[in-house]
């Protein structure tokens, strides 16, 4: 089974509908993160978590929310869908530890078209 | 943010050549890494580098930190088709107060058999 899963996979909706991505993990990894792909553009951080009560807005946060309902869950919502959010999400996850680099472990992705 | 800029953007090349793509950045990072994403897959971590002038290799894979700490280079020797994807870079500041890395806008690699 997959550590970091993403639902849905795939999702179509229109402009002004509220719409929430899920992000799950097994890893047991305290830091999770949400970021967008766009073409050209590589992956920009949205929104990171360092643990339940910790959220820290990235990149990219005007337009999205997020809610970490415990250590391995953590939403990704589009209150009010824009055409140009229509990109690739994903979700990653590290763990803390002592090394120079926390390694970030992706999810498979999910893909938002807004109409 | 920051800006990494990668290059080339794309590559098409024949099995069994040498691929060489590298990445640019107007500030220093105390750390890069180099990915790669798989079609309909997240990224994969392939390589990390800590130190100015470190050299890493990992199997046909081997990426450099650059001396000045703004770029980073990565080469994949004799390719085979199950290389193809795309590489992206990414860079770390120790002084931001979290684990933010920047990402590098990719290269997509495409080997003709």
Known sequence: ?115 | GQQLNQSPQSMFIQEGEDVSMNCTSSSIFNTWLWYKQDPGEGPVLLIALYKAGELTSNGRLTAQFGITRKDSFLNISASIPSDVGIYFCAGQQLENTGNQFYFGTGTSLTVIP
């Not at chain 1, 869908?81 to 970030?104: K, M, V, W």
């Open chain 1, 1 to 115: 089974d997959a550590d970091v899963t993403q639902t849905p996979r795939n999702r179509i909706t229109k402009t002004g509908k509220r719409i929430m991505l899920e992000c799950s993990q097994t890893k047991g990894h305290d830091r999770m993160y949400w970021y967008r792909q766009d073409p050209g553009l590589g992956l920009r951080l949205i929104y990171y978590s360092f643990d339940v009560k910790d959220i820290n807005k990235g990149e990219i946060s005007d337009g999205y929310s997020v809610s970490r309902q415990a250590q391995a869950k953590f939403s990704l919502s589009l209150e009010s869908a824009i055409p140009n959010q229509t990109a690739l999400y994903f979700c990653a996850t590290s763990d803390h530890s002592g090394r120079p680099y926390n390694e970030q472990f992706f999810g498979p992705g999910t893909r938002l078209t807004v109409l």
